[in-house]
T-cell receptor, first 113, second 114 residues
Framework: LAKTTQPISMDSYEGQEVNITCSHN???????ITWYQQFPSQGPRFIIQ???TKVTNEVASLFIPADRKSSTLSLPRVSLSDTAVYYC??????????????FGRGTQLTVWP | EPEVTQTPSHQVTQMGQEVILRCVPI?????FYWYRQILGQKVEFLVS????????KSEIFDDQFSVERPDGSNFTLKIRSTKLEDSAMYFC????????????FGEGSWLTVV
């Protein structure tokens, strides 16, 4: 499975747009890119998933360049409640690792008033 | 929005005791998982379950652990003889399929072994 690298921490202020970039240089052809959010003492919460180009939903956008070696999670107009750890995961559930997600340390996003 | 539910939210048990953690996956999902997170550490995969059998398990999932789907709605994780190092948050998760399908997590069961 492709290893991912993301910043350990980021700070932002309320109302700003936050972009968290994840590197996955060894991504395989079949790999999807998935982002999860985790609050303390809670389960990881799915945010967005994509394969290429741009994906947008009601909470975030995911930008994936043509070479797919990186991806950027974009959170528009963050609020205090967006303070959490954000995980970038890359993997193919079609492989032998059926549903086996590999979580790294993630990015601790802190939003300040 | 459908969700994965887990009980209990918190359990304290003595070392050597058996513990059963319960989960109700999302109703139309076919794949079920257990993960755990020791305080301050990464979320770790324990086991995946499909069609009433284990699909894959990690090195953490030794003979002390077992999983079961006793009926059409529940999915359980049993730890036969708990150790101090089993203290962690245990997350149940489920997905509709496994090919690029999203995995949804429950809120977790916090297990404290004393």
């Amino acid at each position: 499975l492709a290893k991912t690298t993301q910043p350990i921490s980021m700070d932002s202020y309320e109302g700003q747009e936050v972009n968290i970039t994840c590197s996955h240089n060894n991504i395989a052809t079949n790999d999807y890119i998935t982002w999860y959010q985790q609050f303390p003492s809670q389960g990881p919460r799915f945010i967005i998933q994509g394969y290429k180009t741009k994906v947008t939903n009601e909470v975030a956008s995911l930008f994936i360049p043509a070479d797919r070696k990186s991806s950027t999670l974009s959170l528009p107009r963050v609020s205090l409640s967006d303070t959490a750890v954000y995980y970038c995961l890359v993997g193919d559930d079609r492989g032998s690792t059926l549903g086996r997600l590999y979580f790294g340390r993630g990015t601790q996003l802190t939003v300040w008033p | 929005e459908p969700e994965v539910t887990q009980t209990p939210s918190h359990q304290v048990t003595q070392m050597g005791q058996e513990v059963i953690l319960r989960c109700v996956p999302i109703s139309n999902h076919l794949y079920f998982y257990w993960y755990r997170q020791i305080l301050g550490q990464k979320v770790e995969f324990l086991v995946s379950f499909y069609n009433n059998e284990i699909s894959e398990k990690s090195e953490i999932f030794d003979d002390q652990f077992s999983v079961e789907r006793p009926d059409g709605s529940n999915f359980t994780l049993k730890i036969r003889s708990t150790k101090l190092e089993d203290s962690a948050m245990y997350f149940c998760a489920s997905s509709e399929g496994h090919s690029g399908n999203t995995i949804y997590f429950g809120e977790g069961s916090w297990l404290t072994v004393v």
